[in-house]
C-alpha cells in the first residue's frame, strides 16, 4: 500500500539494470550480494584515491559490508555524501587510534556472555554478531563481524536461563549486531523462550534493518512479532536521505502490526551536525509515526574520532529545535556511560529570586514562576 501523504514523497528506490524487481526486494538475494571489496565498490560509486587505499588498508581491521540497497543510496561522485560517509571506510579511521575498542566497559557489566547490564531492571542481550552492513561509526566496531562473538544456540540458552533467574529483569532489549538478521523461525524461537518467562513484561529489538536493507521487514515477519506483543522497535536513522520508500514501507508494516517505533541516531559531523538537517530527520520521522527516542553523542572510539561533535554543538543544536517543531518530534541527546546513559540538556532554570523561581522559555523570554518555598 503506497504512503500518500500530501507534499511528502520518500524517493523509490528501483532495482539497477540487470537484477529483478523480485530479487533487489529479497532479503537474501540482498545479504548474498552485498558489497565486500573495492571491485564491488566500483559498481556503485567512484571510489576516491583515499577511499581506494582506506577500504583496502582498513578493510581487515574494521569489516566492510554494504548492502546493494543502501548502496545504491550513495552519491556516486561525492565523497562527502552523508550515506557514503557512513559505510565507506576513510583513511581518517587509521588517524584517529585514540580511544578504546570497549569504551563503555561492556565486558565489566556482563553477568553472563552477551548480556550487558546497567540498570537494575532492564539489559542489552546481544543475540548476534551480524548485520546487513558495517556502519563505520560502530560503537561495537571490535565485535561485529567478529568471529569468536557468534553466539551459538547452546549461549543464547545460557543467556535466557540467566534472564529467568533474574526477576528483576522486566524488560529485554534485543541487539547485537541485529537481531532481524535472523531468521523468523530462529527470532520466534527466541521471543517464544522469552515470553516464557513471567517476569520479562516488554521486550524491545533494537534494528538497523529498516534503513539498511528494509525489504527484510516482510509481511511475515510482523505477523511473527504480533504474536509476542508488547514489542517495541528501535530503528537508527540518521539522515533524511534514508527515508526511501521501501523504508517508509518498513515502518509502516510495523507500526501496522502494533509496535511503537523508536529512533535511534548518531551525532555525526558533516552528516546530521546541522539544525536543518537534524530537525527535517525528526519531522519526517514522525511523519511515518517513527518517534525520535535518543540521539547519541558519538564515543570516543578507535577509528570513529573524525565523527565527533562537541557536546556543546549538540546543545545548540537541540535547543534550536525546542520551541520550534513538536515536542515529540524532538529526541533526548544523551551520552552513553558505562553507568547508563546520562541525558545532556541546557537547563531552563535561571534560578531562585524570593519566592519566585525564574526559568528561559524556548524563545528566550525570561517567566517568573511563583514558587513556595521549601
Ligand atoms: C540503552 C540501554 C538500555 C535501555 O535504556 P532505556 O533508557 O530504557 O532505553 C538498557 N541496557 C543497556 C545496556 C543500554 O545501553
Ligand atoms: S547496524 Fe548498528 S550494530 Fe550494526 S554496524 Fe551499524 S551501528 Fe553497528
New binding site residues.
Given amino acids: 500500500m503506497p504512503v500518500s501523504t500530501p507534499g511528502f514523497s520518500p524517493a523509490p528506490v528501483p532495482a539497477p539494470d540487470g537484477v529483478t524487481q523480485e530479487d533487489w526486494e529479497s532479503f537474501a538475494w540482498q545479504m548474498q550480494n552485498r558489497v565486500r571489496n573495492l571491485e564491488d565498490l566500483e559498481r556503485w560509486i567512484e571510489p576516491s584515491p583515499e577511499e581506494a587505499q582506506a577500504v583496502g588498508d582498513l578493510a581487515r581491521r574494521f569489516r566492510f559490508v554494504i548492502t546493494p540497497y543502501y548502496a545504491s543510496l550513495m552519491d556516486p561522485k561525492d565523497p562527502a555524501c552523508p550515506i557514503r560517509r557512513q559505510v565507506v571506510p576513510s583513511p581518517q579511521e587509521a588517524e584517529d587510534s585514540a580511544g578504546l575498542a570497549d569504551p563503555l566497559d561492556e565486558l565489566l557489566?556482563s553477568p553472563v556472555k552477551n548480556v550487558?547490564?546497567?540498570?537494575p531492571d532492564?539489559?542489552?542481550f546481544c543475540v548476534n554478531n551480524e548485520c546487513a552492513l558495517y556502519c563505520r561509526f560502530c560503537l561495537r566496531k571490535r565485535m561485529v563481524g567478529e568471529e569468536g562473538w557468534s553466539m551459538q544456540k547452546r549461549e543464547l540458552e545460557l543467556a535466557l536461563d540467566w534472564i529467568a533467574e533474574t526477576p528483576e529483569i522486566r524488560?529485554v532489549?534485543l541487539t547485537g549486531g541485529d537481531p532481524l538478521v535472523f531468521s523468523d523461525s530462529r527470532l520466534d524461537w527466541l521471543l517464544t523462550r522469552l515470553r516464557e518467562i513471567p517476569h520479562v513484561e516488554l521486550i524491545r529489538l533494537g534494528t538497523r534493518l529498516p534503513v539498511t536493507l528494509p525489504y527484510r521487514v516482510t509481511e511475515e515477519l510482523c505477523r511473527m512479532l504480533e504474536r509476542h506483543h508488547p514489542i517495541w522497535v528501535n530503528t537508527h536513522f540518521n539522515h533524511p536521505a534514508e527515508i526511501t520508500a521501501p523504508a517508509v514501507e518498513a515502518c509502516r508494516r510495523l507500526a501496522q502490526a502494533g509496535i511503537p517505533l523508536g529512533n535511534q541516531s548518531v551525532l555525526m559531523r558533516g552528516i546530521n551536525d546541522d539544525v536543518e538537517i537534524m530537525k527535517s530527520l525528526c519531522e519526517q520521522l514522525v511523519r511515518i509515526r517513527v518517534r525520535p527516542y535518543y540521539c547519541y553523542q558519538a564515543q570516543l572510539l578507535e577509528g570513529t574520532g573524525h565523527f565527533r561533535v562537541p557536546i556543546e554543538r549538540g546543545l545548540e543544536i537541540f535547543s534550536a529545535m525546542r520551541g520550534r517543531t513538536s515536542g515529540f518530534a524532538i529526541p533526548r541527546y544523551v551520552l552513553?556511560t558505562p553507568h547508563?546513559?546520562v541525558p545532556l540538556e541546557r537547563s531552563s532554570l535561571q534560578g531562585r529570586d524570593g519566592e519566585d523561581v525564574l526559568v528561559e522559555a524556548w524563545n528566550g523570554e525570561t517567566w517568573r514562576e511563583p514558587n513556595p518555598p521549601d
Fill in positions: 557489566h550487558i547490564r546497567v540498570y532492564r539489559i542489552a524488560d532489549l552513553d547508563g546513559k
